[in-house]
Structures are given as structure tokens and as C-alpha cells.
């Protein structure tokens, strides 16, 4: 059930020519080198790292050292979702390289 005009122009199938139009102006501007760049070393994503396994290691001696869990599973919680980001980067850029596996992504 369409509700209104925006509802119609959402659901209609884009038009080819006008997206690659569009990836072309993306593509050829000035800035798009300077922005899709990586850098070899990410600093924040080597910190992140280090602090995810900083908590999780003190979680770890927390727990060892007799201290409720109700203190120490919030602490390695945290550590492993900040250990998400950072290596889930690490994962695509690995998958990245490969066009035959980008594929199936």
C-alpha cells in the first residue's frame, strides 16, 4: 500500500545512467583521492585495540583477585566491544584485497 508521492519515488527502480553519472562525479573530484585513501598505521585503531585488551587482562585479574562479577562482566563487556571496531576493520581490509571474495560479500 502506497501512502503518499515520496512512497512512490522510493520504491520506483533507479535509473543506470543517471547512478553512474553520479560515481563519476564522486570518482573524478578532486577529494576522493585524499578521502579514500588508508593509512598504513591507524593510530585510534591500534589505541582502541590496545585498550580492549587492557580491559579484558584486567577483567581478568579482577576476577582473580576475588572481585564480584557484577563489577568485573561490565568491565570485559566493554573491552570486548571495543575490540569489535577496530578488528572488524582489520577483517574487511583483509577481505578487500581479494575481488573474488568482495564478490560474495
Not at 543506470?16 to 585513501?37: A, C, G, M, T
Not at 568491565?75 to 575490540?83: E, K, N, S
Request: proline share 6%; net charge positive; hydrophobic share 45%.
Amino acid at each position: 500500500m502506497i501512502i503518499s508521492n515520496r512512497d512512490k519515488m522510493i520504491h520506483q527502480p533507479s535509473n543506470p545512467i543517471i547512478l553512474r553519472d553520479v560515481i563519476n562525479k564522486v570518482v573524478h573530484d578532486p577529494e576522493y583521492k585524499s578521502l579514500s585513501q588508508v593509512p598504513l598505521f591507524s593510530f585510534h585503531q591500534i589505541g582502541l585495540t590496545i585498550l580492549a585488551y587492557v580491559l579484558v587482562l584486567l577483567g581478568v585479574f579482577l576476577a582473580y583477585s576475588g572481585v564480584t562479577l557484577w563489577i568485573v562482566y561490565p568491565i570485559m563487556i566493554f573491552g570486548f566491544y571495543t575490540a569489535f571496531t577496530p578488528l572488524h576493520d582489520a577483517s574487511k581490509k583483509c577481505f578487500r584485497d581479494n575481488g573474488s571474495i568482495n564478490y560474495y560479500q
